[in-house]
């Protein structure tokens, strides 16, 4: 069977994903003025329902939905992923830099939290941020891995 | 470790995990400095009496045994990575003495710091991004960091025998 076909005429990328959010406006802000990221969606449904997502202003075909604890999940479950983001628990993104110092430089600047300063890897630099929930979100600066150098 | 924060969610309020939060990524930016727990309750902005007890409640474990715990999870990624001695693993990640050091590393990875560092050397680097390893946080041989070794006993024995909690 091959897989590979039939794979890539069923599925042909990844276009949501979801972000917890304890506060959608605040977290809209946060992706829009600290990250750059644009607003793509933000529809009142009623009921208290509000959907609001924002993507990379380069890649529109992968939006991000800033979801708060929320029915479906139950009371408990919502307080659960609450405190979970409160304790810095929860991860949410890659993100992808052309130079993580210099994007570390620019980030904090504008006040964002960083859990790991740049840090040199056989495959790139790192660090890590808050959001304002407090998911940490990474951010990746990409070189050719050589095995070698990790040795 | 299984932690039962169901004994203790109560004392400590969702409003205040965010400050828990700020002090326990301080241990985890500055690891490497003199931080001691009036400096990481200032940081949460509660006192030290009460920082200490929240952040158990809240992460199963105190704030200095999580600053230990953080030292030596840096040593565990230089060991796998970086061409340094262990005597400068020790002082970079924070420790000042080796003894100290050697001795905490061996009772929570389970192996002796060169050990550990001479089985990655066999192995190379984990094809693993290190800022999941990172958050990870744990030092537990079943986890992180077990090329060609199977879980066993011993590989993730509380640094004070029976952990803090459920005493």
């Not at chain 1, 300063?117 to 941020?129: H, K, N, Q, S």
């Not at chain 2, 952040?55 to 715990?69: K, N, Q, S, V």
Request: charged letters at 25%.
């Amino acid at each position: 069977m091959n897989w590979g076909n039939s794979l890539g005429r069923m599925i042909t990328n990844v276009s949501l994903v979801t972000v917890w959010s304890l506060d959608q406006e605040r977290s809209r802000d946060f992706y829009v003025d600290k990250l750059g990221f644009v607003v793509n969606t933000d529809a009142v449904m009623g009921d208290g329902f509000r959907w609001i997502t924002v993507n990379h202003p380069d890649h529109p075909e992968l939006e991000i939905t800033l979801r708060p604890p929320g029915p479906p999940l139950d009371q408990e479950a919502a307080a659960f992923v609450r405190r979970e983001l409160g304790k810095g628990h929860l991860g949410a993104l890659g993100l992808q830099v052309d130079d993580c110092h210099k994007t570390f430089q620019e980030l904090s600047a504008k006040g964002v939290e960083f859990v790991q300063e740049p840090a040199d890897r056989p495959y790139g630099t790192e660090a890590i941020i808050r959001d304002d929930s407090g998911n940490w979100l990474v951010l990746v600066e990409k070189k050719e891995f050589r095995p070698l150098d990790a040795g | 470790m299984v932690l039962d924060e169901r004994r203790t969610r109560r004392a400590v309020p969702v409003e205040l995990l965010p400050h828990l939060r700020h002090a326990r990524d301080r241990i985890d930016r500055e690891y490497h400095a003199d931080l001691d727990l009036a400096a990481l309750a200032a940081t949460a902005g509660i006192s030290k009496f009460y920082f200490v007890r929240c952040f158990e409640a809240a992460y199963g474990e105190t704030p200095m045994r999580y600053l230990t715990r953080r030292r030596l999870e840096r040593a565990q990624d230089l060991l796998r990575l970086a061409n340094l001695t262990i005597t400068e693993v020790c002082m970079t990640v924070g420790f000042s003495s080796l003894g100290s050091f050697s001795a905490k590393f061996t009772r929570l990875v389970g192996e002796s710091p060169s050990a550990y560092r001479d089985r990655w050397a066999a192995h190379g680097g984990p094809r693993v991004p290190g800022c999941f390893l990172f958050m990870r946080g744990a030092l537990d041989l079943r986890g992180t960091a077990s090329p060609g070794r199977a879980a066993g006993p011993g590989c993730a024995i509380p640094e004070k025998p029976g952990g803090e909690l459920g005493q």
